[in-house]
């Protein structure tokens, strides 16, 4: 089952000095009550039609990663094959028959419009992995899993602190860059594809609502998507670290291995030890290091091989607000 | 020339229309090597590759691009209309080759002068 991003959504704005800020211990209440089932269930399903045999069922399972799989037809919902029905189906020698006769139909189902406290309490009273979604018509439109929540409420409170450092920012803002003081951190994984670049996008945004000037902007942002790719296509995983102050916008990629052999070579155009996967993706073309080099205006790599790699490029905005 | 008129020329299919879609193109890039795409100091550019990846979405965002056209009839992975929904970054498919693309871009651009 892959796993759908539920589409933020935005708070009202609110006072940052005034009753209900962000840091009220009551945000998270507030969340749970307002964010809908639907707002964070899983809508891109993997399912089955009844004539499915339960060999298909555990392939696909096998194949999305997933424990549990919703048989519907035309959106009508007829049950659910967990992997326990799996095991004993292997187990009991019918794992060749149509899913239909062993899914388990007596299923406790959500609807997509109950706020996802009460699918907490569901979740806190049946200890069920998953609960399929019916929208009012009583089609299947999506699956719950914990995980769907805890991502909903991450990408929430990040949305709220993100508005709280904006209103700080634009207080700040007042007395010009230079007394603009931000930091962020993204922890960033090996070889994932699917998040990379969205450090970089974050930072360019949270600079655009500071009105700082575009090819400013350009500078500290591709410098920043390349240190992130570089750390997702070449350590082990790492750290992408940025703040602006003092009219200095300061990118740190942090990574603990494998380290550069020769920080000098690597920072040449054209060269890479870069596979032909990564390069099959439009990167490792050897052009990363360079390219934060041309855009920064202080560059430095300190790397050991065997150990780790830090990058610090830095871009002046003082004097440019 | 707007992305909507240069998708039309390159005979190519919009499936996201984003905020770029109607922005005057200034500069087109013809590239599948996203560190060469953000080397090019240029604003409002088309970019036009053969790589059907989220990533082209991503450095496409980073550079302020009006749109992405992907080249060569490459069919697009599913994530790829999600990403560029997110991003809202107009987002066509085109069958023909990156060369003759790049050819229709000239004979569209020139049209225009």
Same mark, same amino acid.
């Given at each position: 089952m892959s796993a759908a991003v539920p589409s933020p959504v935005l708070l009202e704005p609110k006072s940052v000095t005034g009753t209900g800020a962000g840091n009220d211990p009551l945000v998270l209440l507030e969340l749970i009550q307002r964010l809908k089932v639907r707002d964070v269930m899983t809508t891109k399903l993997a399912t089955v039609s009844r004539s499915a045999t339960m060999r298909e069922v555990q392939e696909l399972m096998r194949q999305k990663k997933i424990s549990g799989v919703p048989v519907e037809e035309d959106g009508r919902f007829f049950g659910l094959v967990s992997i326990d029905d799996i095991i004993r189906a292997l187990g009991g020698g019918y794992i060749g028959d149509p899913c239909s006769k062993h899914m388990t139909t007596k299923l406790v189902v959500l609807e997509d419009d109950m706020p996802i406290s009460f699918a907490l309490r569901y979740f806190d009273r049946y200890h069920y992995g998953r609960f399929?979604?019916?929208?009012?018509?009583?089609?299947?439109?999506?699956? =719950?899993?914990?995980?769907? %929540? $805890?991502?909903?409420? =991450?990408?929430?409170?990040?949305?709220?602190?993100?508005? =709280? &450092?904006?209103?700080?920012?634009?207080?700040?803002?007042?007395?010009?860059?230079?007394?603009?003081? =931000?930091?962020?951190?993204?922890?960033?994984?090996?070889?994932?594809?699917?998040?990379?670049?969205?450090?970089? $996008? &974050?930072?360019?945004?949270?600079?655009?609502?500071?009105?700082?000037?575009?090819?400013? %902007?350009?500078? %500290?942002?591709v410098a920043a998507y390349e240190l992130e790719i570089n750390l997702c296509v070449h350590s082990d995983g790492g750290v992408l670290s940025w703040q602006i102050s003092n009219g200095r916008a300061v990118i740190i990629a942090r990574d603990a291995g494998p380290g550069i052999e020769d920080v000098e070579w690597a920072c040449r155009d054209g060269t890479s030890t870069a596979n032909e996967w990564i390069r099959s993706l439009g990167f490792g073309a050897g052009m990363g290091l360079a390219n934060v080099k041309r855009v920064s205006d202080e560059f430095e790599v300190t790397s050991k091989k065997g150990s780790g790699t830090t990058v610090r490029a830095v871009v002046i905005v003082e004097g440019l607000a | 020339m707007t992305m909507a008129e240069m998708a039309g020329a390159l005979k190519a299919e919009i499936l996201v229309e984003g905020e770029g879609c109607h922005k005057a193109i200034r500069y087109v890039v013809a590239s599948d090597l996203m560190s060469d795409v953000l080397l090019v100091d240029e604003e409002d550019m088309l970019l036009l590759t053969s790589l059907a990846s989220d990533q082209v979405l991503r450095t496409a965002q980073i550079i302020g691009a009006v749109g992405v056209i992907v080249v060569n009839g490459k069919p697009l992975p599913s994530s790829m209309v999600e990403v560029a929904m997110q991003l809202r970054m107009t987002l066509a498919t085109s069958k023909l080759s990156k060369y003759d693309a790049c050819i229709a871009v000239h004979g569209a651009l020139g049209a225009r002068v």
């Open positions: 399929p979604v019916l929208n009012r018509d009583r089609r299947l439109v999506g699956i =719950l899993c914990q995980r769907d %929540i $805890n991502r909903a409420l =991450l990408v929430e409170l990040s949305t709220e602190l993100n508005r =709280l &450092e904006a209103a700080t920012g634009r207080h700040l803002a007042q007395d010009g860059v230079s007394n603009l003081y =931000l930091l962020r951190e993204f922890p960033i994984c090996k070889y994932d594809f699917e998040n990379a670049g969205k450090a970089a $996008n &974050e930072i360019k945004h949270l600079l655009q609502e500071r009105q700082i000037p575009p090819k400013i %902007i350009r500078r %500290i942002a | -």
